[in-house]
């Protein structure tokens, strides 16, 4: 029986930071993971086909890069610190040589990152928590080729990204999220499986991406109403879009016209329902008025 390649450990991965004189910081919001079988359970979760180019973003140490490497035919990893970046050719070459070919590694801030030279069917990555919902909305926005993935995120994200219209979770990041796909929980995380280890525990998200609702509003329009609907969670859909629409029975008229109760609130409508609202915006406004498109900053309240 063949052996399982060999993962990245605890020792490896302490002997990595050592030579490169590392210490995981807060910033960067850097974990890495210290456990091969907890890699084997994410690349499997992911359900990636051999012929597929994966993107990892914020590889680190290499612990996942290893992993994807040997379930996908190329991986292409965004890192955006420069010590990091410069060891991740080395450990991939050590500990992977026949891949060396099939790895591709760009220095870069993920959020800054619009076009790659192979474009990705499929994104594997373990996110920093502090930008894990901007970084997954922005590339679902830039990267349309992109099928399906399976992210790590801090565990309150994953369960906010993953939630249903009615939920009390239910917020601008599931919402945007379903404007590209479908979102699902696919597991959780616990503490000890990196160092240094977190606070709190992590959850796997996996995502298949569909087609955005047909519209003839833009995507940026149907966003802003995303923002302005969650911008105070307890108002009523009327008082929440009167900024939007320029006055409250402006915003009413709009609702009414989208077939949405003006004393609905944000967290009971789906994707479909801000849609329909967008399309009906006040024809005096001008288009894409309203709210800024946040791209997904809004963050979890």
């Given at each position: 029986?063949?052996?399982?390649?060999?993962?990245?450990?605890?020792?490896?991965?302490?002997?990595?930071?050592?030579?490169?004189?590392?210490?995981?910081?807060?910033?960067?919001?850097?974990?890495?993971?210290?456990?091969?079988?907890?890699?084997?359970?994410?690349?499997?979760?992911?359900?990636?086909?051999?012929?597929?180019?994966?993107?990892?973003?914020?590889?680190?140490?290499?612990?996942?890069?290893?992993?994807?490497?040997?379930?996908?035919?190329?991986?292409?990893?965004?890192?955006?610190?420069?010590?990091?970046?410069?060891?991740?050719?080395?450990?991939?070459?050590?500990?992977?040589?026949?891949?060396?070919?099939?790895?591709?590694?760009?220095?870069?801030?993920?959020?800054?990152?619009?076009?790659?030279?192979?474009?990705?069917?499929?994104?594997?990555?373990?996110?920093?928590?502090?930008?894990?919902?901007?970084?997954?909305?922005?590339?679902l926005e830039h990267f349309p080729s992109l099928r399906h993935g399976l992210v790590m995120v801090q565990d309150e994200v994953a369960d906010r990204l993953a939630a249903q219209p009615g939920s009390k979770i239910y917020g601008v990041p599931s919402v945007k999220a379903a404007w590209y796909g479908t979102m699902r929980k696919a597991g959780v995380i616990g503490t000890n499986v990196f160092w240094p280890a977190p606070r709190i525990h992590s959850g796997l998200?996996?995502?298949?991406?569909?087609?955005?609702?047909?519209?003839?509003?833009?995507?940026?329009?149907?966003?802003?109403?995303?923002?302005?609907?969650?911008?105070?969670?307890?108002?009523?859909?009327?008082?929440?879009?009167?900024?939007?629409?320029?006055?409250?029975?402006?915003?009413?008229?709009?609702?009414?016209?989208?077939?949405?109760?003006?004393?609905?609130?944000?967290?009971?409508?789906?994707?479909?329902?801000?849609?329909?609202?967008?399309?009906?915006?006040?024809?005096?406004?001008?288009?894409?008025?309203?709210?800024?498109?946040?791209?997904?900053?809004?963050?979890?309240?």
């Open positions: 029986m063949t052996e399982p390649a060999h993962l990245l450990g605890a020792a490896d991965i302490r002997a990595l930071a050592e030579d490169l004189g590392v210490r995981p910081t807060k910033t960067l919001g850097q974990n890495f993971v210290i456990d091969g079988n907890t890699i084997r359970r994410i690349v499997a979760a992911a359900k990636l086909d051999p012929g597929e180019t994966v993107l990892e973003v914020g590889p680190g140490l290499g612990s996942l890069t290893l992993g994807l490497l040997d379930a996908a035919a190329r991986v292409v990893a965004i890192e955006i610190d420069p010590l990091l970046a410069g060891k991740l050719p080395e450990t991939v070459a050590r500990w992977r040589p026949d891949a060396v070919g099939r790895f591709e590694l760009v220095l870069a801030d993920a959020l800054k990152v619009t076009s790659l030279s192979t474009p990705p069917s499929a994104v594997v990555a373990n996110l920093p928590y502090n930008v894990a919902v901007p970084v997954v909305l922005h590339l998200v996996a995502f298949e991406r569909r087609e955005p609702p047909r519209t003839d509003a833009s995507r940026a329009e149907v966003f802003a109403v995303i923002d302005a609907a969650f911008a105070q969670r307890r108002k009523t859909l009327r008082a929440a879009l009167s900024g939007w629409a320029g006055g409250g029975p402006a915003a009413e008229a709009a609702l009414v016209a989208a077939g949405v109760a003006p004393s609905a609130r944000g967290e009971t409508l789906a994707i479909a329902d801000f849609v329909r609202i967008a399309e009906h915006r006040p024809a005096a406004r001008p288009a894409g008025s309203g709210a800024p498109d946040s791209g997904g900053a809004e963050t979890l309240g």
